[in-house]
């Protein structure tokens, strides 16, 4: 129920006569009638607290909560400075209580600084110092975070402005609360007319180069799925960037005069109150939910914001991502009048004028003089020559963003604006057009910088509205921790790093794209399945989704048939590599075959390269690595030889990978043999063709000198090794030892409690029956483990050397640590058993909550069932991990349904057991949970 707010008069007059009635007697001075005086102060400010919190009804009121927090406050406050006045009238004699800043603009949250000043006579003595000293006592005894609390005279108060535009800020919002009144006027009448006039500029550009330190501490993309609400790009603090600005150079009716000089219109004056509401009300849930002025809006406290603001789940979209997509298009809004904002500005010469697009090229030569077509340049910017030139030719939109992009031009902000109220233009004919079809055509594949451009245009609302496809994925979010952008924006980035390949700018990071983006004959189509890859998320199976739309899509824009079809089958198929080479044995046959099988052509597969590369890199940091890189590229080189040939893919498959393992094993054993004859002769046949197609020639000679010297230990006993691998961007681990049941499942659990993260793992067992484990490991931040520390490199040797052996049993735990980001998530495991990947093993993929231990866990379980593990592979997805393992019973495949079932149950309850774990802490801690998307 809403709660019936008091006028603030009578809130006042209530709580002084009560307090009044508390300290009447004794005074501040005495122990308990301070204490009771506090109490009553601390009631009030609770019960306010109450009512503010009331006004929050679904995604509305958090404005009016911040008011009536601030009104009530402001009651507390002003009856506190004047009771104590009363108790020491001397030692308050000229001074002024105010509120400044956020709190001084009337708005507050429940955890946010209060931020005061208390203005000293000019004269001031140990009397108004002792009192003073009371007035903050008193505040800390309340716990009220004081975040700009100072005691200052005028002129040191006028002193500090000058030299800090963060202090002139906070004076723009200066509010007399108590004490004297002529003191608190004057400070604000010297301040407008001794540090704001004439200074304006400077305050402008000064504040604006904070607003850039801010947004790259905070991450500079609005997109990022855990934003900051305060400091992030489009959030509260840029919507009171705007207010300040505008009272600083035009007064406290600064909007209005803008709304009537037209460069604001009612609509964006709505846009600006209704951002400001939503995200108070976020903010003040925000505050509740984490207990302080925590701002970052986090997965754990996502789901329960998105359930109290009445966010529910639809067959698309799950509570939790619609009230997230709601907040990126509000920052957008706030991004679009910012823009407005700074070009009024620019206009009124209060701001330098911008750079262009240029700024995201290198050496880019001045445009100042470039052709602009039938449009105009104001003030640095690209804009519309008339008022009526869309409404006159609406294909001149698109043309726009294409003169913008050739000329590395920004938008004017005017333009920006009447772009977004003139989207009724593009219906079904404007989207057929072809003269528009060739702008757009020319800004996705001749800009310089195409994510700049189709950002601005996704911002305007023409991207989405040209292609609706695409606008279905508009501030669209995942949740879950392995997309860390909106799909949009994770799009866009691709593109961005598509066209940086391009430039031949990523030559070491990505040396096979680099290669093979000269020789693609259909560089549109892949421009397009970049640009349309993900628009079947939320919609069933993406994949197939997202090719159904793009057929659609590519047939509006004039495409032929067999490109359509191209681009389709790259979007349905945009999966298919990564899936393969980061879960599926290489070294197989069947593996290669059934991805040659399915790729068809060496064209395709070059574009399905590029386009899986783009994907995984634009997820956000960490989740490409140089192991991911290898993995392609070794999957690649095993498949082209397949594509240039003709007969059965499988025999094919087979053939290539002999030729390519007897190239490998001679070219090395027939170098070692120079040194070490018998060794070499050994080697050769040690291991099988799946080792020798399946690692680099720099490892396998790194592989085989260990090996050679694992060979001569006089005890016999296990080796190992470790080294960092700066190329995979992982740490290797070398084991050498004789082979028994649950080896594996003994290494891999003692990285695990050494708090290693594997990511990559090669098993080799040697005819000799001793095995050749190489696992690629890193540490929680995704670098290589223990690159800073030599000793706990060292360490682990030792230690995984009597782990090998036998002699040290791994002591296992399966005790989850909760950590509030994973109780967010709720994931559901799935397990499946396949014969068809391979001819020789059955295929087992295990996917569940990740967690330290989970891979030991599973292998234990496998072992336990008298399985041999010939191959496994480790794929991550933020908070889910699937592993898949290659096992054989009596050197079979597993047909009996019954030992499936068996296998099926002991490895469920392994994925299961931590999310049991996680609900039961979660209740107990009160987090709310929301299913993990699947989406990839």
Known sequence: MTATLLPASLESLKLRARLASAVARDGWESPSARKAGLATLRSALDSFQRTSSSLLAGDHGGAAAAHALSDGVSVCLSALFDSLKADDPTGSRGVAFCAQGGFGAGELAPYSDVDLLLIKPDQADEKTDAFLQRVLYALWDLKIDVGGGACRTIDETLDLAREDASERTALLSLRYLAGSSGRASKLAKRFRSEVVSGDEIAFVEAKLRERDARIEKAGRSRYTVEPHLK???????????????????????????????????????????????????????????????????????????????????????????????????????????????????????????????????????????????????????????????IADDPVKLMQFFHVAASRQFDLHPEAFARIGRTLYHVDENYRRDPRVARAFFAVLLDSAAPMAVLRLMTEAGLLGRYIPEYGDIVARTQFNMYHRYTVDEHTLQALGLLREIEQGLHVDEHPLSTGIIREIKNRRALHLAVLLHDTGKGNGDQCIEGAARALTACERLGLDSDESELVAWLIENHLLMSDTAQRRDIGDPRTIADFAQAVGSVEHLRLLTILTVVDIRSVGPGVWNGWKAQLMRDLYAAVEPVLQRSGDAVELAREALNETAEASRSRVCDRVARIHPDFAKLWRQELDDTYWVTSTEEDRFRHAAFARQAMQREDGEAAAAIRVDRRRMATEVMIWAEDRDGLFADLVAALAQRGADIVGAMINTTRSGKVLDIFYIQNAANQPFGFDDPYLMDALVGYLQCVAAGTLPVERSREMRLKRSDAAFQVTPYLSFSNDLSDVATVIEASGRDRPGLLADLSDAIAKQGLSLHSARIDGYGERATDVFYVTRDGSQLTDESLKKEVGEALMNVLSEGEAQLEEQAAQRGIARAPASLLR
Request: aromatic fraction near 12%; include cysteine.
């Open 231 to 389: 400091a992030g790009k489009g959030g509260l603090r840029d919507l009171q960037l705007m207010r300040w600005l505008a009272i600083f150079l035009y007064g406290a009716d600064a909007f209005e005069r803008w709304v009537s000089d037209r460069l604001l219109s009612v609509e964006d004056v709505e846009r600006y109150v209704a951002a400001d509401d939503f995200l108070w009300t976020v903010r003040f849930h925000l505050h509740q939910l984490s207990g302080g002025k925590d701002e970052r809006l986090s997965f754990e406290l996502q789901p329960e914001i998105a359930k109290r603001m009445g966010f529910e789940d639809t067959e698309t979209e799950s509570g939790v991502e619609r009230f997230m997509r709601r907040y990126f298009f509000t920052a957008m809004h706030v991004g679009s009048l910012t823009r407005l904002v700074c070009s009024k500005l620019e206009a009124d010469s209060r701001k330098a004028k911008p750079r262009n697009i240029a700024r995201f090229l290198p050496n880019m030569l001045s445009t100042d003089s470039a052709d602009t077509g039938d449009f105009i340049v104001r003030d640095g910017r690209l804009d519309f020559a008339t008022p009526t030139q």
